[in-house]
């Protein structure tokens, strides 16, 4: 959703409960961080000021032995049931069961079905 945001409008204040506790795994930084690197000129300084507000607002969860071990539960369980995902959406779905979170996401595949995570979607 973050990129959805960085690249549209999207109110990210809208999908966000008053009671929630918003953070991000750390593999969205990289992947926040790939923007800024191919942007270039003044879009390069707006995904640069957006990266360093999202840095600088959201608590950022690092890969610690629980979603490590959160993670091999959904490799395992992605392997058995013949439906790879994404390396990255795998860790952010990893750190949201490690630590009782919703992954709110616009992208369906990459987190539909994934045992024991809970999705948000917008609309």
Do not use: C, K, Y
């Given at each position: 959703m973050l990129i959805d945001a960085e690249r549209t409008a999207l109110d990210l204040d809208a999908l966000?409960?008053?009671d929630d506790e918003p953070a991000i795994a750390a593999i969205t930084v990289a992947e926040?961080?790939?923007g800024v690197e191919v942007a270039t000129g003044r879009r390069k300084q707006a995904r640069t000021a957006f990266l360093d507000d999202v840095v600088a607002t959201l608590p950022i969860i690092d890969y610690d032995?629980?979603?490590?071990r959160a993670?091999?539960?959904l490799l395992v369980a992605v392997r058995a049931?013949?439906?790879?995902?994404g390396a990255h959406?795998?860790?952010?779905a990893a750190t949201a069961l490690a630590t009782g979170r919703i992954v709110?996401?616009?992208d369906r595949p990459g987190f539909d079905g994934l045992?024991?995570?809970t999705v948000r979607r917008p609309g």
């Open positions: 966000i409960a008053d926040l961080g790939v032995l629980d979603v490590a993670h091999t539960r049931a013949g439906r790879p995902r959406d795998l860790l952010i709110v996401t616009s045992p024991g995570v």
